[in-house]
């Protein structure tokens, strides 16, 4: 089974903090993606990785940065924390650029910025 | 106007209910289509993929009309552990773009 292990399942940071969200993933894949999820919001992509050092932004990306330095690493981070960044974060990695194929999802943290 | 739009919930149905699922996307250029389902506090998994030719898996239906750009689940039969939301997802260019997802509670 493919696991997309991210560090933290619940967090909780001070406004102005920098903040690492580390996401790993076991399988080889090539592509890998930062998610938020928000009530009323639904998901919306961050920021994305084709490849190693490669790094696409994707609908929301302000207040974010991203590094890929392995391949079986993404980590999302929020150079100054604010509490309008208080959200759920999901880590997904998948095998393919185009085709068929879903993403596999870690499990999430939740972020608590006060 | 959203890249995928899907029906507003929530659903309240008995078990043993037939419920359908409706989405809209807006980019014909899409490339492939799934419906995923998400527990509470859980993350998305998928469900299925859903093809032209539209495709079963057990008491799960999913059929998708490209010329409408739009895509359908349906469940027969439902048991309380369909009780989540389900999301609408269309693949463009490598990146899923998601539904708000639509809540679905099965009754005793």
């Known amino acids: 089974d493919v696991k997309v292990t991210q560090s933290s399942r619940y967090l909780v940071k001070r406004t102005g903090e920098k903040v690492f969200l580390e996401c790993v993933q076991d399988?080889?894949?090539?592509?890998m993606f930062w998610y938020r999820q928000d009530p009323g919001l639904g998901l919306r992509l961050i920021y994305f990785?084709?490849?190693?050092?490669?790094?696409e932004k994707g609908d929301i990306p302000e207040g974010y940065s991203v590094s890929r330095e392995k391949k079986e690493r993404f980590s999302l981070i929020l150079e100054s924390a604010s509490t309008n960044q208080t959200s759920m974060y999901l880590c997904?990695?998948?095998?393919?650029?185009?085709?068929?194929?879903?993403?596999?999802f870690g499990s999430g943290t939740r972020l608590t910025v006060v | 106007r959203k890249e995928v739009e899907q029906d507003p919930g929530p659903f309240n149905v008995p078990e043993g209910a037939t419920v359908a699922f409706n989405c809209t996307y807006s980019?014909?250029?899409?490339?492939?289509f799934f419906w995923y389902r998400q527990d509470c506090r859980k993350e998305p998994k998928l469900l299925m993929s859903?093809?032209?030719s539209g495709n079963e898996d057990g008491r799960f239906t999913a059929q998708l009309n490209r010329a409408s750009q739009y895509i359908s689940l349906l469940i027969r039969d439902s048991k309380l552990s369909d009780s989540a939301t389900y999301l609408c997802?269309?693949?463009?260019?490598?990146?899923?773009?998601f539904g708000q997802g639509t809540e679905l509670s099965v009754k005793p």
């Open positions: 990785s084709y490849d190693v050092k490669m790094k």
């Open positions: 997802v269309v693949n463009q260019g490598g990146k899923l773009i």
């Open positions: 399988m080889d894949h090539e592509n």
């Open positions: 997904a990695s998948s095998s393919s650029t185009g085709g068929g194929y879903g993403y596999t």
């Open positions: 980019n014909s250029a899409s490339q492939s």
């Open positions: 859903v093809y032209s």
